[in-house]
């Protein structure tokens, strides 16, 4: 009954997320925490350095007093923690764990989600969320031990705490993942659009010093977010667009509020969709870096991809939603780049993990190798590969009728998508119709929110639209 009271804890697609003083609280934070050094405890890695942890907060209500939290109570279970001094991205986060060869790390952030939620993200030792069966593992060891913890001045003057800056390795990574000498040279006019996210100021960082031109949108720390999410859709940009629109850049890319995840517009300020922008960096990697390899996509992902890896020769794995799934697969070997529809993208070599910061700086050397403008590039693009058109809306629907529409969607598929005839179902991960012609439909509930998600790709964005239309009405069957 106790348990109850404090409201239940459940991981899903990448975290805990709870809204803030709801479920978020001091008192389940507490419990995560000694659950998840139980776990940590429980399985070491060899290699690894099982004592050893990082914490790190973005820009969210109450993030840094929550991350401080986290770091008493690993001190308090004997872990040396590194808490970092400021609103920090999630990548960066990650970079450390694996740097460090810690046993793992926690992000407290609830990346796109309003802003009345929080969360906690666990990364595991290699640099990446962990795996669902870890999660699940964490899930199971909840209130099976007291919370032990140590005040964190006590764990600060004990060497068990240390707080510093630990941005500095991760961006000195991201200058060597790319050519940036040519990035440096290539006076190339970027904005970044942050949705106040912890990515604000990362670019003017990086790139200073270079004849790169950086302008930085929606900077200022605000955990209000005012009159927007910080996801990385056009709904979002309504400051941006305007901007641009007078002051055109070459490139603005967008990332979400724990900047692992990306989006982007177009230099005028037309907004450029995360497929666009996972389809230029997959022509790049082959065409201008002459890279092969296996290419990994959430099955929410453009088809474009699959057309792609068909005419280049590159072997196409897809998994279920959740980078998650594409980091088991980066770490196996032999990927080239580890994609999905949200806007995370995985750059091997690197960090089996999303970043944002990254997905900038390579879009970067594209432009600055290519010396073309992105309206060409798009439009080399879709002259190579097809037309597709892709739409979604997040629609509320019951959860308790959630598993019944799935079950009447596997079990009563529609026989055509439009005009063409069903040639597929998927139903591994929520429910996906494929047409002869190549158009699909899926719907699939949040792992992290109520709400019941609907995609749609086509020609057309006409057609898109219909098939969304069509999904609506699947919805209303049960």
Excluded at 121 to 129: F, I, P, Q
Excluded at 233 to 246: D, E, G, T, V
Excluded at 281 to 305: F, I
Excluded at 408 to 431: I, N
Aim: glycine share 10%.
């Amino acid at each position: 009954m106790a348990q109850q009271a404090m409201g239940a804890i459940h991981f899903g697609t990448d975290g805990w997320r709870a809204i803030i003083a709801e479920d978020f609280t001091f008192t389940n934070l507490d419990r995560v925490a000694q659950a998840t050094a139980d776990y940590w405890r429980a399985n070491p890695v060899p290699g690894v350095h099982g004592n050893r942890a990082v914490v790190g907060y973005d820009r969210r209500f109450l993030s840094p007093e929550f991350a401080a939290r986290v770091a008493e109570v690993l001190a308090g279970n004997g872990f040396t923690v590194t808490l970092t001094d400021r609103p920090t991205p999630t990548p960066s986060v990650s970079f450390e764990v694996k740097r460090q060869k810690a046993i793992g790390g926690v992000m407290l952030t609830a990346s796109h989600n309003p802003a009345a939620f929080n969360g906690f993200k666990l990364k595991a030792w290699y640099g990446g969320s962990a795996e669902p069966t870890t999660c699940k593992a964490v899930e199971g060891l909840l209130d099976r031990n007291p919370i032990r913890s140590i005040p964190l001045t006590q764990a600060v003057r004990s060497r068990l705490v240390s707080v510093r800056d630990i941005r500095g390795a991760h961006y000195a990574a991201l200058k060597k993942l790319v050519d940036f000498p040519l990035i440096a040279a290539s006076g190339l006019k970027f904005a970044h659009e942050a949705l106040h996210g912890v990515g604000a100021g990362c670019f003017d960082e990086l790139l200073a010093g270079t004849t790169c031109r950086v302008t930085t949108l929606n900077a200022e720390h605000n955990p209000g977010f005012p009159g927007i999410n910080p996801e990385p859709i056009a709904r979002n940009y309504i400051r941006s667009i305007p901007f641009l629109q007078k002051h055109p850049h070459d490139l603005c890319l967008v990332t979400d509020g724990d900047a692992d995840r990306v989006g982007g517009l177009m230099g005028n300020g037309a907004p450029l969709t995360t497929h666009q922008i996972i389809c230029l960096l997959l022509r790049h990697y082959v065409k201008n870096r002459g890279m092969t390899g296996k290419v990994v996509k959430a099955l929410t992902t453009t088809s474009m991809v699959d057309r792609m890896c068909a005419e280049l020769g590159l072997e196409l794995i897809e998994t279920g939603v959740g980078f998650k799934y594409i980091a088991s697969e980066i770490l196996k070997g032999g990927v080239l780049l580890g994609f999905e529809e949200s806007g995370g993208i995985g750059f091997p070599g690197h960090i089996p993990e999303r970043d944002g910061i990254a997905a900038g700086l390579v879009l970067l050397e594209m432009l600055a190798m290519e010396r073309k403008s992105l309206k060409v590039l798009l439009r080399e693009l879709e002259k190579d590969f097809g037309p597709h058109r892709y739409a979604r809306i997040d629609t509320t629907f019951p959860l308790e009728k959630r598993s019944a529409l799935m079950s009447f969607c596997s079990e009563h598929p529609p026989s055509r998508l439009l005009k063409s005839k069903l040639a597929t179902v998927k139903a591994y991960d929520g429910v996906k119709f494929i047409a002869q012609d190549g158009s699909w439909l899926m719907l699939r509930g949040s792992g992290t929110e109520p709400i019941l998600r609907i995609y749609a790709e086509a020609k057309t964005d006409e057609d898109a639209q219909a098939l969304l239309r069509q999904g609506v009405g699947l919805t209303r069957k049960v």
